[in-house]
């Protein structure tokens, strides 16, 4: 029973990391309707920003997390300018190809630079015992900071101007363009914060697990079930489809082989594109 | 004027042979050709066996190459980068063998890209030394030219299960491995000897090669409560699982991780690689008398000399085949295949690397049948992290740490 317990809390430990990484997936998918096939990419990037930074300057890796934001903050919208740009309104296969192809070209310049091999930071936290079980120290200072992340993204989604601004353009371009909302340099801003967003859930990542150059496809396919779980264009219900998959993962694990449960989540997959085509938490958080 | 001519011109175009025979002669060469994988999962033990494969190079060609038949030859290597896939392994071994006309093929690193090594060379008649491969199933599928340096996979747990089981007669065992050909056939022979040895089992189960979060394992490893936890796959997975046992406070009494904690990185993980045990084909301190080449002494000395680092099992095996096939051409006196299998079919000899023999039985062709495997253990002394040999007890340095600090 404590085993079941010890799993369950910690699937959703791991989950809520898994929630911020999709939430920078989900707000860029409503705000401007485009599936950023770069995502895992720039998950690694903050991975190895981490490790660059922890190299070079000894930097806390907790004080990582600030300059990676910035970071992705402002690739993202370099990204958003050279790729995205002329694909917005556009078929969506030349989003999907366009950033398809910086998802090319940055993990080809990742291995060309660091190769495939297995790299890891170490941080070491003391972890919270409890009846045999421990929850290590890292898992719960991720889960921790992407709360207080996540709270921080809701504060500026509803009463920042600029927060304003990207829910008025994701809502209706056209009306929020009549309103004077400058929607180009929105819209740029949307995808910059995605991608810090994904930035910075690569460097908690890369708190609690080694990573490779190549780790960035697995967080991208579990990020796509989550951003499907809460909901497109969601980012509170891409956090709590975090929650859910971790926690479903926490269930799943005591009772069957650990290799199953990439079988367990992406049967979950199919059944709440067919049931819950609008995700699991539509019905709560109404897109305003 | 013309029959002059005609004899100067014929004179010539006999002597022109010869000079070509002087040239050719001078550069007598034995081609080798194998892959390594330099970037992927297999890349950190695959580059410790290229240098113990360069080592036994630069040793030959120093003293002048290999000797046929009042002949010297000197080695040469082509090899390219695998990327630890075996569809790479494929396309570059068949390149290998047709257009860089290998004379002799080693293996890449790891069973299951050996594996696939090994149906292109026996398509191509061409003798593969094999090394860094464990896994026995290879070598009963019907071949004529495959040649195992490392004793098969099938053995690597026994002496873990022996020194437990004399530690504690009633342990208790979690079965925990990566899902890839070597430890999955490791994992199966360690479950009938456990049965053997009545050891149970509490808990069995294998995981996907590329997994970095064990947590949900670990909490798994914590219920079931075993004393002893034998598994692991190579590097990255095997030193990713200490570290997150030592973080999570498993309290298992007794760990054996296969390929991992052989190489000297693994040192980096400080207080979680203490205790930690490796199924081992070699180590530096073992004291086999070698029939020819260096004693196993003489090659950690020079192999720490030249690569600033103490070799592990895979330098060591390395060295070994390219020692092994050395002796078989030389014992052949010729380059032709089937005069260096039948040479290599005969071999019984001991080499820094320990005892070599190959089983003859077209069931298991090739399959090692007179190496052993030692059980290290990292182990502090005055304070640093070593490699101590455990067991076997007549081969140990130092008496076994149990349980795990």
């Known amino acids: 029973m404590l085993g079941l317990l010890a799993s369950i809390v910690d699937g959703i430990l791991v989950g809520t990391v898994y929630g911020m990484a999709a939430m920078g997936l989900t707000l860029i998918w409503g705000v401007m309707n485009v599936i950023n096939l770069s995502h895992g990419a720039l998950i690694v990037a903050g991975m190895f920003g981490l490790f660059l930074l922890s190299q070079a300057f000894g930097l806390s890796p907790y004080l990582s997390v600030v300059p990676m934001l910035v970071v992705g903050f402002v690739g993202g919208v370099a990204l958003y300018w050279i790729a995205v740009h002329r694909t917005i309104g556009r078929p969506p296969l030349m989003s999907l190809l366009s950033t398809f192809a910086v998802n090319m070209m940055l993990i080809g310049l990742g291995t060309a630079i660091w190769g495939t091999s297995l790299f890891n930071v170490e941080v070491s936290l003391p972890g919270l015992s409890f009846g045999g079980y421990t929850f290590p120290g890292t898992h719960l200072m991720a889960a921790a900071l992407t709360c207080v992340i996540a709270v921080l993204l809701y504060g500026f989604l509803q009463y920042t101007k600029p927060g304003k601004a990207i829910r008025a353009v994701s809502g209706n371009r056209e009306a929020a363009e009549l309103v004077g909302i400058p929607t180009r340099r929105v819209l740029a801003m949307a995808f910059g914060l995605g991608a810090a967003l994904a930035c910075v859930s690569g460097t908690l990542i890369a708190t609690m697990f080694p990573f490779t150059v190549l780790a960035g496809s697995s967080y991208q396919l579990k990020s796509f079930v989550v951003t499907v779980l809460g909901g497109l264009g969601n980012p509170a219900g891409a956090l709590l489809g975090g929650i859910a998959l971790g926690l479903v993962e926490g269930l799943a694990t005591p009772f069957m082989p650990v290799s199953w449960t990439s079988i367990i989540e992406f049967a979950l997959f199919i059944v709440v594109l067919i049931a819950f085509p609008r995700g699991l938490f539509s019905f709560i958080f109404k897109r305003s | ?405």
């Not at chain 2, 949900?216 to 990255?236: E, F, M, Q």
């Open chain 2, 1 to 405: 004027m013309n029959r002059l001519f005609r004899f100067a011109l014929a004179a010539l175009l006999l002597a022109a042979p010869a000079c070509f025979a002087v040239s050719a002669q001078a550069q007598n060469t034995i081609i080798i050709g194998f892959t390594v994988s330099q970037t992927g999962a297999m890349q950190v033990d695959s580059a410790a066996q290229v240098g113990g494969f360069e080592l036994w190079r630069d040793d030959v060609n120093a003293a002048g190459g290999i000797k046929i038949g009042g002949k010297s030859y000197m080695v040469k290597f082509v090899t390219y980068d695998d990327q630890s896939q075996g569809a790479r392994v494929q396309q570059l071994y068949t390149r290998l063998i047709v257009e860089d006309k290998a004379d002799f093929l080693f293996s890449p690193y790891s069973s299951g890209l050996v594996a696939t090594a090994a149906v292109i060379s026996e398509q191509n008649g061409k003798v593969m030394i094999t090394t860094g491969a464990a896994e026995g199933k290879t070598y009963t599928l019907g071949n004529k030219y495959l040649f195992q340096i490392y004793s098969p996979a099938d053995l690597y747990l026994t002496g873990a299960l022996d020194a437990l089981k004399s530690k504690k007669a009633d342990a208790t065992i979690a079965l925990v491995y990566s899902d890839d050909p070597f430890s999955k056939a490791a994992a199966a022979a360690a479950r009938d000897q456990a049965g053997q040895r009545n050891l149970k089992i509490v808990l069995d189960e294998s995981y996907p090669p590329d997994q970095t979060d064990f947590s949900a394992i670990i909490n798994k490893i914590v219920s079931a409560k075993p004393d002893g936890l034998l598994g692991g796959g190579h590097y990255p997975d095997g030193a990713t699982l200490a570290r997150q046992l030592h973080d999570q406070k498993a309290g298992v009494k007794w760990v054996t991780l296969f390929v991992a904690p052989d190489s000297p990185q693994f040192s980096q993980l400080g207080d979680a690689a203490l205790g930690v045990t490796v199924p081992s084909q070699w180590a530096p301190q073992v004291t086999y008398k070698p029939d020819f080449g260096p004693t196993p002494a003489d090659f950690a000395k020079r192999f720490q000399a030249k690569y600033n680092i103490a070799p592990a099992y895979f330098a060591a095996g390395g060295y070994a085949g390219g020692l092994v096939l050395q002796h078989a051409i030389e014992q052949a006196g010729s380059l032709d295949p089937e005069k260096v299998t039948a040479a290599l079919n005969k071999i019984d000899v001991t080499t820094m690397f320990g005892r070599t023999k190959f089983s003859t039985d077209p069931a298991s062709h090739g399959l090692q049948v007179a190496h052993s495997v030692i059980l290290s253990q990292w182990q502090k002394k005055d304070g640093d992290l070593a490699k101590q040999v455990i067991w076997p007890l007549s081969a140990a340095t130092s008496p076994i740490l149990y349980p795990l600090p």
